[in-house]
T-cell receptor, first 113, second 113 residues
Framework: KNEVEQSPQNLTAQEGEFITINCSYSVGISALHWLQQHPGGGIVSLFMLSSGKKKHGRLIATINIQEKHSSLHITASHPRDSAVYICAVRAMSGETSGSRLTFGEGTQLTVNP | NAGVTQTPKFRILKIGQSMTLQCAQDMNHNYMYWYRQDPGMGLKLIYYSVGAGITDKGEVPNGYNVSRSTTEDFPLRLELAAPSQTSVYFC????????????FGDGTRLSIL
């Protein structure tokens, strides 16, 4: 079992729909990251969470530390949101291992016009 | 700001050849990382460095070597290329302290034939 599991693996939506991508992890963490990988391959950091909720534009990320679960929501989805969304965690032991991240396999999101 | 720059973007190697993937960052980050991304898999850490002169193995270091002679540069060396090393390679950097985001290069797509 992977330390970081994402669901769904693939998601197709119509423009305007509300989207949720889930991430579950099995280790104690100091932070959880959401990343976006563009169709061209580049990776950018969207959010870093250690508790609660963060919002940036139409993107909202939440985390429940007790349940070891995080969600990434996209409101009013648009075709330009089509990308792979990656969840990554920094384990508590990360303090002594170079702030290493463990990555989920990613969720491929396609938003159709 | 250039951020994290990787070269080359694409390369085809023959089995047994060697090459160096270059990575440079201009953000004065102490922490740098090399990842590989295989189809349908999460990013896997190959090597990382927490500062000039300091490197350590990640999850999948076999077949690779690194050096960190300066803060800016973190090259990844493949000595005897094997088909299993066909992958997309990403370099990333970060401040490393606390929960800081990692900044990624655009990737190098490497095929070993």
């Amino acid at each position: 079992k992977n330390e970081v599991e994402q669901s769904p693996q693939n998601l197709t939506a119509q423009e305007g729909e509300f989207i949720t991508i889930n991430c579950s992890y099995s280790v104690g963490i100091s932070a959880l990251h959401w990343l976006q990988q563009h169709p061209g391959g580049g990776i950018v950091s969207l959010f870093m969470l250690s508790s609660g909720k963060k919002k940036h534009g139409r993107l909202i990320a939440t985390i429940n530390i007790q349940e070891k679960h995080s969600s990434l929501h996209i409101t009013a989805s648009h075709p330009r949101d089509s990308a792979v969304y990656i969840c990554a965690v920094r384990a508590m032991s990360g303090e002594t291992s170079g702030s290493r991240l463990t990555f989920g396999e990613g969720t491929q999101l396609t938003v159709n016009p | 700001n250039a951020g994290v720059t990787q070269t080359p973007k694409f390369r085809i190697l023959k089995i047994g050849q060697s090459m160096t993937l270059q990575c440079a960052q201009d953000m004065n980050h102490n922490y740098m990382y090399w990842y590989r991304q295989d189809p349908g898999m999460g990013l896997k850490l190959i090597y990382y460095s927490v500062g000039a002169g300091i490197t350590d193995k990640g999850e999948v270091p076999n077949g690779y070597n690194v050096s960190r002679s300066t803060t800016e540069d973190f090259p990844l060396r493949l000595e005897l290329a094997a088909p299993s090393q066909t992958s997309v390679y990403f370099c990333a950097s970060g401040k490393g302290k606390g929960n800081q985001p990692q900044h990624f290069g655009d990737g190098t797509r490497l095929s070993i034939l």
